[in-house]
Structures are given as C-alpha cells and as structure tokens.
C-alpha cells in the first residue's frame, strides 16, 4: 500500500491547522473592556401632518386686492437625508363678489425640507372648469399657477400660509454607557485588542478607560510619587511584554477627589479616566526618555 497520500494529507491538514492557530494567536487578545453600543445608524424618517390656512392673490386681469382663504391638509414623508414627499388637499373660498366656494386641489408634493414642487389639479366652481396645477412652495409662502381646462388659460397666484418648514429627522445614533466612549471597532484597541462581533455595532464599540486595575499588572515598581501624593509606577499587562508607566485604580479609590477618575468595566475590573487626572499612560521608554512630562497632558 502506497503511504505517500496518506502522507502528504496529513501533512496538509497539519499545516492548515497550525496556520490557524498562529493567525488566531497573532489576532490579539478579545477586548474585555469592549462593549457594544445601543442605538442604531439606519437612516429613519417621519410622516408630517398639517392643516393650514392662507391668503391667495390671483394675478391675471381678474386680479383683486381682495385675497381667496386657502384651507388645506398637507401630508409628507420626511426623510433624515431632508427629502420629502406627499401630497395636499386644500380649497379655496373667494369674497369677490359676494362669499363663495370657489375651487380644490390635490396635488403631489415634493422636494426637500427648504423647498418643495407642487403637480396636480382640480376643480374650479366659479370657472366650472378643470384645472391643472403646478407651484413651487417653501416655508409660509408658495407660488405658482392654474391652467382653466376650458379657455387654456393660466391663472398665476401668490399665497402666504401657516405652513412652517417639515421639522429636521436625524438618523439614527449609538450610545454608549456612562465612563465609556464611541470608538471604531475595526482598529486594534489600545494596541493589542480586537473587538468581537458581539462587541460591536455598525461598525462601532464602546471603549471603557484603559485598564488599571493591579490584578490585571505585574511587575509593578513605584517608579515616582507627585507633588499631589499620586503614586506612579511600572507595570506590565499580564497579556504583554510591554513595560509601561501609570497608576493603581486601587491607589485611587482611596482617595475621595482621585476616586471619581475610576470607572468599574463590565467585566468587573477597574479602568482609569487618566484625562480628569491630567495625566496620560505611556510606556517605561517614554519614561526613561522624557521623565514626568511623558505622562502630564499638555
């Protein structure tokens, strides 16, 4: 029996797997202070109803100071990219020449919240004629014109009204817990971590402070101690190699002013706001190199 297949399989799958561990292992650590944020990005939008009034003046030969009383509803789709969409239904009562009913429209609107175009028609009792419709409306004014079906005549207008522009719809947002802040999830954090898919959110994770708890250090050396009594040491991460220079949350929360500076991550370690503290982390070398100004935000 030939063994080289055999062999070789085996070998393959041995190499297959073995890249799997390395590449797994060279992923770094999942991102325990790492949370997802509630909220959503998806784009949303609103349905806005109105019922106006307003104040028309025809501007043909038939003019009149006299102003028609616009009555109507107005209904649109207001998207969070500010476009709209709808329709209005309104008529019209003239006081020229006596109180009448004189005509109605319903006509499709749209555009976006600054400005919106009107296409539709109606009926003209006074004319008694159908009517085509056509205007161009923002925010408390709209002008535009009819054509009467029966004489093939426009009838331009002006009319100001109640109807204010269609209120702003944000998209949606992700929001975080208190102590932690919005961050893309897609870049390591702080180094050596990777977000999990159940960490993030479109795109988005919530970052805690970094950690600062002893138990998660060692190799600790108080290296320095502040004018303010603030102890400083060097410490790795239990997860590193890197020596890096900081302070203990448990030196903080024995203190009444520095304990507001310690957040609780959800796993139950302890994080450090090291910005309230004026302070930043950063690595032995740093240290070594600039003393107490590597680690004092300027």
Known sequence: MNRKPISLFFTALTVFFLGLFVQSASAGLNCFFCTAPSGSTSSSSRTDNKIYAGLVWTLNHQASYLPDLSIGFRSLKVNSNNDVKGGDLNGRVSFNGGLSFDSFRLVYVGGNRDIQGNLGG???????SLLANGAVEGPYIKVGSDFMINDKSFVPYVELNSLSKPRKVENGSLTCPSGSDLTLSNAPIYGNYYVA???????????FPPPSDRRLKNSIHLIAKLATGLKIYSFKYNWANETYVGVMAQDLLNNKVWKKSVVTMPNGFY???????????????NWNKEGLNSIQLH
């Open 271 to 285: 994080g450090v706001n090291y910005t309230s503290l004026g302070l930043k982390m950063t690595t032995l070398n």
């Open 122 to 128: 109606g009926y003209s009792f006074n004319q008694k």
């Open 197 to 207: 898919p159940s960490d993030s959110s479109a795109g988005y994770t919530c970052v």
